[in-house]
C-alpha cells in the first residue's frame, strides 16, 4: 500500500472517529479534551499534516487537499457541537435560575446645577427673552474700570463701599460687574442692551448677609427716550418672571457716582411689612457716557446691579449667605 493509499485511509478514520466522538460529547471538559486530542498542534489532525513530508510531489497536492478538507470538516462538527452544548447549558441554567425582579437596582446619585448656577441662568434666560444679550468681563480688573470710568474718582469717598483686594500691579479683585458696563459701550455703540453675572469681591469680613466672594447681575440698557418709568417696568417684570405674582416691589433714593438719579430696589411678599432689598439701580450718569463716548443729549440709559446670593435667598428662604461657600450637600441637593 502506499503512502498516500495509507494517508486516505488514515483521514477516513479520523473522519469517522471524531463524528462518533463528537455525539458523545455532553459537557465542557470533554469538548476540551476532544479539541486537545483531535484539533491542537500535537493532536491527530496535526500529526497526518506530517505525512505530507514523506510523500511525492504528485502525491503531496491530493493529500494536502485531502487534509485541508478533514480540517475544515472538524472545525465546523467542532464549532455546531459547542453552540448545541451551550444552547443546552444556557436553557439548563434558566429552568433553575430566577430573576427576581423586585429586587432593588444600583442606585445611581445623578449630580445637577448649583443653585446659583440655576439661578443665574433663569435670570438670563428671562432677559434674552426680552432681548438683552449676555456679556461679560474680567474678575481682575483695573482701578479705571472699577472706579475712575464709572464716576468714581481717586479721592472720592464712596470707594470705601467698594473696597476690595488689590495686586501688587495695582490691578483689584472687581468690586462689582458695573464695570462690564463700561467695556461693553466703549466696544459698541448704542442701542446697548446687555446683562453681566459674575463673581465680585469685597474686603467685608464673613456674615449672615455679607461675603468676600458673592454674585452680582448687572443690567445696562441704553437708547434713545429711556427713563425711569422705563426702569421700573424692567424691574417689576423682572420680580414678576423670577419670584412669581404677589410681590410688590418699591423704588426709594439712593446715591451711586455712576447713576443719577439712583434708586435701591426692595420686593416684599404682598402683605407683608418688611421690605427686602434687590440691590441698586438709576439713570445711567450722563458722565459715564460722555466718558464712552456717547452722546448723553441724544441717548439715555439705565442700569441695576442685583446680588445673585440675595435672589436666591430671598426665593427660597436661605437665612446665611455663608451656605452657599459652605459645598454641603445636604443644602446643595436640596435645590
Ligand atoms: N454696582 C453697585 C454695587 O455693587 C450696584 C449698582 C447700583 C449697579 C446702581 C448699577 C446701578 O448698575 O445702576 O453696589
Redesign the pocket.
Known sequence: MSELDALREQVFRVQVDLEHDLEGLSDPEALEAFRVEFLSRKGRLAQLFKVIGTLTPAERSEAGQLLNALKERAAASFSARRGVLDAAALAARTATERADLTLPGPCHRLGHLHLLTQVRQEIESIFLRLGFDVASGPEVETEYYNFEALNIPASHPARD??DSFYLDDGRLLR????PV?VRVMEKTPPPVRIVCPGR?YRRDSQDATHSPVFH?I???WVEEGLTLANLKYVIELFVREFFGEGYDMRLSGDF?P??EP?VQVHMRPRGQTKWLEL????M?NPAVLTGVGYDPERVTG????FGLERMAMLRHRIEDIRTFLANDLRFITQF
Do not use: D
Open positions: 463701599e467698594w468690586a462689582h460687574t458695573s458696563q465680585c452680582q448687572e443690567l445696562l451711586f455712576f447713576t439712583s440691590g441698586g439701580a438709576g445711567v439705565f442700569a441695576f446691579g
